[in-house]
């Protein structure tokens, strides 16, 4: 089992940059990581996934260009830099973890951390 846990989320005004880490309490050398965000009132969607390895990297159409994906396996941690924050942006924002353990799949989330983006 691993438990994720954000942090960095904050109240910014458009235009500002925050970075979200999402600190994990076990290996994720084997599992696909990713950020999720819910807006009030909306479903839960994928801003960004990386691979095992980091060398692959995909992002929802609305913040390419402004936020950038990371991990470091070594530190259990997956980083999310987003600049040019709109109003749009604000979410809960969701770390996920998805992989194979043995023969089982298994999926992660954290707790979320919230953006703000003030106009």
């Known amino acids: 089992q691993v438990q994720l846990v954000e942090s960095g989320g904050d109240l910014v005004q458009a235009g500002g940059s925050l970075r979200l880490s999402c600190a994990a309490s076990?290996?994720?050398?084997?599992?696909?990581m990713g950020w999720y965000r819910q807006a009030p009132g909306k479903q839960r969607d994928v801003v960004a996934t990386?691979?095992?390895?980091?060398?692959?990297?995909n992002y929802a159409d609305s913040v390419k260009g402004r936020f950038t994906i990371s991990r470091d396996n070594a530190k259990k941690t997956v980083y999310l830099q987003m600049n040019s924050l709109k109003p749009e942006d604000t979410a809960v924002y969701y770390c996920?973890?998805?992989?194979?353990?043995?023969?089982?799949?298994?999926?992660?989330w954290g707790q979320g951390t919230q953006v703000t983006v003030s106009s």
């Open positions: 990386i691979s095992t390895g980091g060398d692959r990297t």
């Open positions: 996920n973890g998805e992989g194979w353990n043995g023969s089982s799949w298994k999926t992660y």
């Open positions: 076990g290996s994720i050398n084997s599992l696909v």
